[in-house]
């Protein structure tokens, strides 16, 4: 049986996957206002890269940037593994999702490879 936390994050990462940034971001949001101190940082910085990733694939690059890298920051505090979500794999998809909104600043392009949006991976116990 899961606990309502517990529903909510698979809920969130779900929306997540599916590439429905702005409803998981609700759900990470409303998670954000009700954990604990601890929990705070880690359902922040789950909200930043769900608003990055809404960025990115609506054409909003520079806020694309600053909400992925703002994301990775705090949740580089629960490496490697945090609520059975595999932190390193996101913030590793993340950085190189960043990488690559980076070259299209240089290459002047708003034309993001889709394939490149990362993937919340709950980790099997």
């Given at each position: 049986m899961f606990d309502k936390e517990s529903l909510d994050l698979l809920n969130g990462v779900k929306l997540f996957n599916e590439h429905d940034y702005f409803s998981a971001h609700d759900?990470?949001?409303?998670?954000?206002?009700?954990?604990?101190?601890?929990?705070?940082?880690?359902?922040?910085?789950?909200?930043?890269?769900?608003?990055?990733?809404?960025h990115a694939v609506g054409g909003n690059l520079k806020g694309a940037i600053s909400q992925l890298?703002?994301?990775?920051l705090k949740l580089e505090r629960f490496l490697p593994d945090f609520k059975d979500v595999d932190v390193l794999k996101l913030t590793e998809d993340v950085k190189l999702l960043n990488?690559?909104?980076?070259?299209?600043?240089?290459?002047?392009?708003?034309?993001?490879d889709l394939n490149l949006l990362p993937k919340i991976n709950i980790k099997k116990k």
């Open positions: 759900y990470f949001e409303a998670m954000w206002n009700e954990s604990s101190t601890t929990d705070k940082l880690f359902f922040q910085g789950l909200v930043q890269i769900s608003v990055g990733c809404f890298g703002k994301g990775v990488k690559k909104i980076d070259l299209l600043f240089v290459a002047a392009s708003k034309n993001l």
